[in-house]
């Protein structure tokens, strides 16, 4: 068993993990991620893909939350403009909630005086939204700004790279079995590769555990007693709708039957809805929605549209995942904060080991940062940079797209869909592209993504296997119209160019087919579910 010695240790490749990992290889320090499956495969995948302060924490009084959600929002609308979009919220409140029209208007000034400023207008999108409302509800419509991160797989890959420039060392499928401890003190991992069952064991000065909602199962394999458990899994699942005619363009945050948070978001061509809250202490890996979750947002979604006739054949998939939110026995899933919180496991006999407890996408960035400060590392806050408009990201997206689809040989759909997911590094795989006619191809009939990007997936963003390339770096298997032929030709195309055996090909698409199956449930087994 080989044995290497690094700084920091990261456990668990979500967005938490890559981003501490990201943030400590800046800071100068020798840095390896380890991760199960692949990837940003946890619960990143699995949420709603919405950057924003969180509106409904300022009911509870989270206000330093809030501002520092805000404030991460912005950041990564500027650094990440091509991935992180404003999107405008429609927030629709049926008569007898518990707020009044002043109380919510005093709310979004809140809000938005937190954010970016005022709110911009929404050109007859309330008026749209209240003729598609059920009228007998008399709903009361407001506006707001926010964010949405269609791809938070796309942010991890562009962090795992930042991370992977600064020296770090990163291993996907790769499984922590175990963290050492002598004299008190965390001194390493032993880990086994799923690939091919090779194990190491690797020396750390810093263990960090940012399992997610794995955090306690790790802490049990390192033998790491905790006074009580860190994490109180929350499962939320989601349906993903085909746009029924007259869905608005933009978000709509609303209320469930029962007065829960309720979203419909355009997303990924479709219309996603959720989340539910329904505590969850099973693998985290293997969760998905109940069917009672499922009639929920179905109802819930029938109530505020019934006007737009929605039936089971509009519900394309359906997913869950597992929030990692900090233990609170007896308190209401909804009650519990937000917040996150750095474990320092010196008491619990592992001094040098830190457990990533809750947190969101929006805030991961600056998890990361307080967690290398906890390490020793100056990590100071960056400056806030203006973050571009839609229009501005509309004319960049256009300009550079015309220009790249002739000097490549490709269609400007094509060029565009580069710039949309892979920013600064769609110039390489471009000409990547220019140069070999094999990867100017389309990954299927139907999308205008190509094979270059899954092969620059392979050789810089650490995708191993067909899975990690159509789920998570190139993820066009999350699209409306993907069906088994799209996944036999990606796999074809995408194999001749990496030199895969017919063989190995077939046993790439027989795991892809299995992974995603498990985590994208298709509407046909939604529909069955319900009728039986
Ligand atoms: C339904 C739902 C909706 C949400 N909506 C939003 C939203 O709209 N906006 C927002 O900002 N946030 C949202 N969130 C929260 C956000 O998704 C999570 O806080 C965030 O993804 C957590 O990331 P993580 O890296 O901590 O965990 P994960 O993404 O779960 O990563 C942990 C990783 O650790 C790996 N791992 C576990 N055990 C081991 C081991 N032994 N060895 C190696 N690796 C291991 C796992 O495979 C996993 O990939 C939502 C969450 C859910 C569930």
């Not at 993990?17 to 699995?46: H, M, P, W, Y």
């Not at 959600?69 to 409140?93: D, G, I, Q, T």
């Not at 737009?308 to 009650?335: C, I, M």
Request: hydrophobic content about 45%; charged content about 25%; overall charge neutral.
């Amino acid at each position: 068993m080989t044995s290497e010695r690094f700084d920091v240790v990261v456990i668990g490749g979500g967005i938490n993990g890559v981003a501490i990992a990201r943030a400590c290889a800046r800071g100068g320090k020798r840095v390896l991620i380890l991760e199960q499956n692949d990837f940003a495969s946890g619960t990143t995948s699995r949420s709603t893909r919405i950057i924003h302060g969180g509106l409904r924490y300022l009911e509870h009084g989270e206000l330093g939350l809030v501002r520092e959600a805000l404030r991460e929002r912005e950041r990564l609308r500027a650094e990440h403009s091509h991935l992180v979009r404003p999107l405008k919220f429609l927030l629709a409140l049926g008569a007898g909630g518990n707020h009044s029209a002043l109380a919510v208007r005093a709310g979004l000034w809140l809000y938005a005086t937190l954010g970016a400023g005022r709110p911009s207008a929404v050109d007859g999108e309330l008026d749209r939204l209240e003729r598609l409302l059920d009228s007998a509800q008399r709903w009361s419509v407001f506006h707001y700004d926010d964010a949405q991160c269609e791809f938070p797989e796309r942010l991890v890959a562009e962090w795992l790279c930042d991370a992977l420039a600064h020296g770090a060392d990163a291993r996907n499928h790769t499984r922590v079995l175990e963290v050492e401890t002598r004299d008190g003190r965390a001194t390493g991992v032993r880990a086994r590769s799923l690939l091919d069952a090779s194990e190491f064991r690797a020396r750390a000065d810093w263990i960090v555990n940012a399992s997610g909602p794995w955090v306690d199962r790790v802490c049990a394999a390192a033998s790491v007693r905790t006074r009580s458990p860190l994490i109180g899994g929350v499962r939320g699942s989601h349906l993903v709708l085909r746009r029924f005619p007259g869905a608005p363009a933009s978000a709509v945050y609303s209320e469930a039957v029962d007065g829960r948070p309720f979203f419909l978001l355009p997303w990924n061509g479709q219309l996603l809805a959720g989340a539910t809250e329904v505590r969850d202490h099973a693998d985290p890996g293997k969760t998905e929605p109940g069917a009672g979750e499922i009639e929920y947002l179905f109802a819930s979604l029938n109530r505020l549209f019934p006007g737009a006739h929605l039936s089971w054949n509009d519900v394309q998939a359906t997913f869950a995942g597992v929030r990692p939110l900090p233990y609170a026995p007896g308190e209401k899933p909804s009650a519990i904060s937000r917040r996150h919180f750095l474990h320092d496991h010196s008491d619990d006999g592992a001094a040098g080991m830190i457990s990533v407890i809750g947190g969101k996408l929006t805030t991961a960035a600056a998890i990361a940062r307080e967690c290398a400060r906890k390490i020793g590392i100056d990590a100071p806050e960056p400056a806030l940079a203006a973050a571009p408009s839609a229009q501005e990201i509309e004319a960049a997206l256009g300009g550079w797209s015309r220009a790249v689809a002739q000097r490549a040989h490709i269609a400007e759909a094509s060029a565009r869909a580069l710039a949309e997911w892979h920013g600064a590094g769609a110039a390489e795989i471009a000409h990547a592209a220019a140069m070999d006619e094999r990867q100017r191809a389309p990954l299927c009939e139907h999308s205008p993504h190509i094979v270059a990007e899954a092969v620059a997936a392979v050789r810089r963003e650490c995708a191993s296997t067909l899975a990690d390339i159509l789920l998570r770096r190139v993820p066009v298997a999350l699209g409306a119209c993907w069906t088994d032929q799209c996944s036999r030709t990606a796999a074809a195309r995408i194999g001749v160019v990496l030199g895969w055996s017919a063989a190995r090909a077939a046993r790439e698409r027989d795991a892809f087919e299995e992974e995603r199956a498990g985590f994208w449930k298709r509407a046909e087994a939604v529909a069955l579910q319900q009728r039986g």
